[in-house]
């Protein structure tokens, strides 16, 4: 075979159903090229890595990539665009709602001198059976908020269909967030000074499994300019759970305030707040910061109670840290509550994001 000239990466999680298919739809589209298809697998349980490896031995233009202990769909393309042989990349779907027939017009595109080009399921001229009218407009919200931060007006900046060279890919990763939520976004975003294509094509309906992203798009894309604008400081995944506590903290004066109200003492109404806030910081993270990694079942209260026990050594460490600022400032009570949170967040953030989610998490069920 001679070396693929385009690489076609796919991210799956649960497509196994729809793996045979894309290999069709981009034999048919492709035909007449030099082309491979990198599929990009985080052990999907329905098999989705098995059915790629069948499909590679009647094949030898497709590889799988079954990423035992990695998670998450932007880091996932970025592997695939590291093992990559074309000098062209395209990023597509695994769920049959990008259309392959667009590919051979991107690829006449980067020829013609674009630099990226995306297929967008906005522009002029088509019609977006894929998208529900709650999904329309959350996309409505997430686009504004995005070009607004780019500077751009595309109609589709949070596309997940698009195709640039291989090396333009490969530099700019180490600039782009792993962790991150839209990859197209991120590439735009570290390459504004190149020129981009849209091109229209119809966004079809999901035909087996489930879309994984849904309203917590808006906050993960919130949290990922939030990090961009602290040129990569905070990861977006920090900024999440800080911006959890915040609301946390908001729920937790609430329930303190109210219990006061109907007639607690102090310290049962801190106690209750406290207990509540835990409660509610640890759902909401493990669905919005953590949604790639989400806990469920037994899992969910294993997790709730390590977040707990964590919570509570932090709380340990924020009082002492607090104490003896306080004393080494001689009475300065802003900076030194504030230092003794910052010290409690980061506690819980490094600690939880060690033991509860991501990849050397407790909990994680065996295999
Ligand atoms: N490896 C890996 N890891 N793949 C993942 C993961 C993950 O954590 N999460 C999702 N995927 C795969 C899915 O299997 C699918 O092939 C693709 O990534 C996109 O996920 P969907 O669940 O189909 O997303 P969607 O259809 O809701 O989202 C569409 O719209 C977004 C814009 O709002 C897609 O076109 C996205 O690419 C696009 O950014
Ligand atoms: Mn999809």
Not at 86 to 97: A, K, R, T, Y
């Amino acid at each position: 075979m001679t070396a693929p000239r385009v690489s076609v990466v796919v991210p799956t999680y649960n497509e196994v159903g729809n793996v045979p298919m894309i290999y069709d739809g981009l034999a048919e589209a492709l035909a007449g090229r030099s082309w491979e298809l990198v599929v990009v697998d985080d052990d999907s349980p329905d098999g989705t890595a098995d059915a790629v490896r069948a499909l590679g031995l009647q094949h030898d233009n497709v590889r799988c990539i079954q990423r035992v202990l990695e998670r998450g769909l932007c880091s996932a393309v970025h592997w695939g665009v590291q093992a990559a042989h074309g000098e062209v990349i395209v990023v597509m779907d695994g769920d049959l709602q990008h259309e392959p027939a667009l590919i051979p017009r991107m690829l006449d595109a980067l020829q013609a001198g674009h630099d990226i080009v995306s297929g967008s399921r906005f522009l002029q001229g088509t019609a977006e059976k894929g998208l529900s009218d709650r999904r329309r407009r959350l996309s409505d919200w997430g686009n504004r908020l995005t070009n607004y931060f780019l500077g751009t007006e595309l109609s589709d900046p949070l596309t997940g269909f698009f195709a640039t060279s291989r090396r333009m890919f490969l530099d700019s990763i180490p600039l782009m967030q792993a962790d991150g939520f839209k990859v197209f976004f991120d590439l735009v975003y570290h390459n504004r000074n190149v020129t981009i294509r849209e091109l229209p094509f119809e966004f079809q309906r999901r035909r087996h499994g489930q879309s994984k992203l849904q309203l917590y798009v808006l906050w993960l894309l919130a949290c990922d300019i939030v990090s961009k604008l602290s040129r990569g400081m905070l990861p977006p995944r920090l900024v999440s759970f800080v911006g959890v506590g915040l609301i946390g903290s908001i729920f937790h004066f609430s329930v303190l305030y109210t219990s006061m109200d109907l007639g607690a003492v102090f310290w049962v109404a801190q106690t209750i707040a406290t207990v509540v806030a835990m409660v509610f910081n640890f759902t909401i993270n493990n669905v919005l910061t953590y949604s790639d990694d989400r806990l469920r079942g037994t899992a969910f209260y294993k997790g709730l109670l390590l977040y707990s026990l964590i919570a509570s050594v932090g709380i340990v460490a924020n009082v002492s840290t607090a104490q003896i600022t306080y004393v080494s400032l001689q009475g300065h009570t802003f900076i030194a509550a504030t230092t003794g949170l910052v010290i409690d967040v980061i506690w819980r953030f490094v600690v939880s994001n060690r033991l509860i989610w991501g990849r050397s998490s407790m909990l994680r069920k065996p295999r």
